[in-house]
């Protein structure tokens, strides 16, 4: 819960994360420690040619850079006012890649004008607004008098956006349109990084032939394999989905395409899309270059494109091809949008159907056309590309109250299959032994009434060591089940064939395969090990195992376990499963440099112990190898932001902070979790 001392009045306003969500239905209150309040201070106009992806990847790479962990930010400014309330929805849900608490728009006329426009009625929009206004909660974004004390202002200038992607492995990687061929073939040679894939100069321009569906094509480094509308904000806001569907309208009118094995999809976000997009004609040409509507809900971003063609994967394996997704979603993470597209590129809707055209995302496209016209003449992108005026005009015909009334008024009955759904008629939810994707979870087995003494951690391994930005999609990816791990093993065990495995998101509500699939990305970096992927070296013994099967003979031994990282630490969406899962493998702390604010309180919400190096130190600084055995002294009355020492077994030592925050963090550290202290208080 945080208040905020505004210019006219308090406001409040209360967030939670996914793990604390679950203690707040069960009437757990939530704390937090008082952040600082960044005012984002946008000014100017975006040009015509600007969407507002690239808008969002801008402040997002700026954001990421100021450093707004565990800030909240605020915008405001005359600039807002220029803005859509899908626009600001935008902004506001890349809020986990840069890193801060909240992004928050407050309300001003234009949030009313938006509650006309999906159809809710004066009466609720008149309260609404009379609430506002007595509150002192109405803002006029032209009125600098009403702008609040911030603990910092930073201001954008919206002219000064420029047509941009973000890549190839961040979301905060922004990359000028303008300048994306260059940086792409940079990456290449660059050491393997958040921008380098580290090859050789001398396979640059290597091309290799495949066959699909009778004909023969060419892949190169660079080639886009997979291009998706994909469900997130994005795809909720008409502004740019009618941008795509005029820029496809025009494309297709020209005799462009999309060759045919890049593969093609459209999964908005909401049904309304699919209503204005039919309304204003635009289907045909989308669906000719292969953007189906194909469903609704997260799909492609986070990793459920499907598989891609067996000439494809064997072309890009046997070749080390970097080939290219190019997708509307929030998240482009390693591994997480597909194992075969080792370089992924945030972009608006309108540059995902530019980039499938092209074929490859090193083009220039002010001097390289984009294709040819039916006529064999050279098409631009600029000759196809809609105007911020062309869009406005077409989504204030087509965007309309009647649209959403249609829609949402069956929203409750659902499909067919749907109502077809039989559900159990217990009061208890009825397990079921025999399914591979629920079971009874094991977080509260063996629980006592009364929680047990915490205490110190001896001889602890390292399961991992790793580096900076380790994202929750590395700890937890949520994409497809690798034939060769130990979750695939558990499943064919189980009796299913690989066909049936589908992926870890899918399966989230079954923690044998959840702990399976910890650590399980194909793009884990981690230095015990010389080669990428879900691996790590079990210790004395020196066996390089899955992390898994590592982590089960550690269990079996009883050795407790830790993992040490860089900076960063939970990155990415806030995923439970990236706490829960490490603390079924045996973790019982986490080192490192510095933590995602949802991330650290997922991992104390698990019972797991957040520790941080001091300022200017690290693993390397403190030249630690991964191999030592770790001892760590917790005092039966540990304090928040204490500090630790850990010893090792070499004679070494060095002082942690212990990152619970809260006096309320401690006691859900003394109960082993969150959830187990809320059984506990019910039972009391």
Request: net charge neutral.
């Amino acid at each position: 819960m945080f208040v905020r001392k505004s210019a006219n009045d308090l406001e409040l306003y209360v967030f939670v994360t996914g793990i604390e969500a679950e203690a707040v239905m069960l009437g757990q209150a939530i704390t937090m420690l008082l952040p600082e309040v960044v005012g984002y201070k946008i000014v100017g106009k975006l040009n015509q040619y600007v969407t507002s992806t690239d808008l969002v990847l801008t402040i997002t790479k700026h954001l990421r850079q100021l450093g707004v962990v565990g800030k909240f930010v605020e915008f405001f400014g005359p600039g807002v006012a220029e803005l859509s309330i899908a626009d600001r929805a935008t902004i506001s849900n890349m809020c986990p890649e840069y890193g801060a608490t909240i992004g928050f728009f407050p309300v001003d006329k234009n949030s009313l004008e938006y509650l006309r426009q999906t159809n809710r009625s004066e009466v609720k929009i008149q309260c609404v607004e009379n609430y506002l206004r007595a509150t002192k909660m109405l803002r006029d974004f032209s009125d600098a008098s009403e702008d609040p004390t911030f603990s910092e202002v930073v201001t954008l200038d919206l002219s000064t956006v420029v047509s941009c992607v973000s890549g190839p492995k961040r979301p905060q990687d922004k990359v000028a349109v303008s300048e994306m061929k260059a940086d792409f073939m940079s990456c290449l040679t660059s050491k393997i990084g958040f921008k380098g894939f580290g090859l050789s100069p001398d396979v640059l321009n290597k091309k290799v032939p495949f066959q699909f569906q009778g004909n023969e094509y060419t892949l190169q480094h660079g080639s886009v394999l997979i291009a998706a509308i994909t469900s997130c904000t994005n795809t909720s806001n008409p502004c740019v989905m009618l941008g795509a569907g005029l820029l496809a309208k025009r494309a297709v009118a020209l005799g462009l395409s999309v060759a045919p094995f890049v593969k093609t999809s459209l999964s908005p976000g909401s049904g309304v899309v699919t209503y204005y997009l039919r309304e204003s004609g635009v289907v045909p040409p989308l669906q000719q270059l292969g953007f189906d509507v194909i469903g609704f809900g997260c799909m492609t971003c986070i990793g459920n494109s499907g598989p891609l063609d067996d000439a494809i994967v064997e072309a890009v394996e046997k070749n080390d091809l970097v080939c290219c997704g190019v997708l509307s979603g929030n998240r482009n993470f390693e591994g997480r949008i597909h194992p075969n597209t080792r370089a992924n590129y945030l972009a608006s809707p309108l540059l995902v159907i530019a980039y499938a055209i092209a074929g490859r995302v090193d083009i220039d496209f002010e001097t390289e056309p984009i294709g040819k016209s039916s006529e064999g003449k050279d098409v631009f992108l600029r000759d196809i590309w809609p105007t911020r005026s062309d869009i406005q005009a077409v989504e204030k015909q087509f965007v309309i109250p009647a649209m959403f009334r249609d829609v949402y008024a069956k929203i409750e009955n659902g499909s067919n299959k749907w109502q077809a759904l039989k559900a159990p008629s217990d009061q208890l939810y009825p397990w079921d032994d025999n399914s591979t994707y629920i079971k009874r979870p094991p977080f509260f087995a063996g629980m006592t009434k009364d929680p047990p003494a915490r205490t110190s951690i001896k001889g602890a391994r390292v399961l991992l060591f790793m580096g900076d930005s380790v994202t929750t999609d590395h700890i937890s990816p949520a994409g497809s089940i690798a034939r060769n791990s130990p979750a695939a093993r558990y499943l064919g065990n189980r009796g299913l064939t690989p066909k049936e495995f589908n992926s870890y998101g899918s399966r989230r509500g079954h923690d044998e395969g959840m702990a399976r699939g910890t650590f399980a990305n194909i793009r884990l970096v981690n230095k015990l090990v010389s080669k990428a992927g879900p691996r790590t070296i079990h210790l004395p013994s020196n066996e390089e195992l899955d992390v898994f099967d590592a982590a089960q003979r550690y269990q079996a031994a009883n050795t407790p376990l830790i993992l040490i990282v860089g900076k960063e630490y939970g990155s990415g969406s806030s995923r439970d499963w990236a706490a829960k899962g490490p603390l079924l493998l045996g973790v019982k702390a986490v080192i490192a440099e510095s933590y995602e604010r949802i991330h650290r309180s997922n991992l104390v919400g698990m019972g797991l112990i957040p520790l941080q190096f001091l300022p200017g130190q690290n693993a390397d600084t403190l030249q630690l190898t991964g191999q030592e055995t770790y001892n760590i002294e917790i005092p039966v009355d540990v304090q928040p932001k204490q500090h630790l020492t850990v010893k090792l077994d070499n004679g070494k030592s060095f002082e942690v902070v212990v990152r619970f925050d809260t006096e309320v963090d401690l006691t859900y550290y003394k109960h082993g979790g969150i959830l187990n202290y809320m059984v506990r208080k019910m039972i009391h």
